[in-house]
Nanobody, 115 residues
Framework: QVQLVESGGGLVQAGGSLRLSCAAS????????MGWYRQAPGKQREFVAR???????YSADSVRGRFTISRDNAKNTVYLQMNDLKPEDTAVYFC?????????WGQGTQVTVSS
């Protein structure tokens, strides 16, 4: 069973930056997606960004140009660099992996952006 451990959340002022990390506990089969979702209070979980093991990326319109997803396949780790943060980015951010072995979620890390 793959476990995902997130880190890097916290409190930041608007316009600031944070970098989230998500490490998988074991090797993930190739041909997989690693990505991020977020859930704000009272709202549904929404897609933020994902990256395929081959390198292609896709991100939500709301974060494109501000957030950058990257990964280190050798370390089974995915990153989310978040710049120019806005109060509406406040949410719990969840790491997600989809592979041929299944779909996995992290426990979530809180990101709070103050105005």
């Amino acid at each position: 069973q793959v476990q995902l451990v997130e880190s890097g959340g916290g409190l930041v002022q608007a316009g600031g930056s944070l970098r989230l990390s998500c490490a998988a506990s074991e090797s993930i089969f190739s041909n997989n997606y690693m990505g991020w979702y977020r859930q704000a209070p009272g709202k549904q979980r929404e897609f933020v960004a994902r990256m395929h093991s081959a390198g292609s990326t896709y991100s939500a319109d709301s974060v494109r140009g501000r957030f950058t997803i990257s990964r280190d396949n050798a370390k089974n780790t995915v990153y989310l660099q978040m710049n120019d943060l806005k109060p509406e980015d406040t949410a719990v951010y969840f790491c997600n992996v989809r592979s041929t072995s299944g779909e996995y979620w992290g426990q979530g890390t809180q990101v709070t952006v103050s105005s």
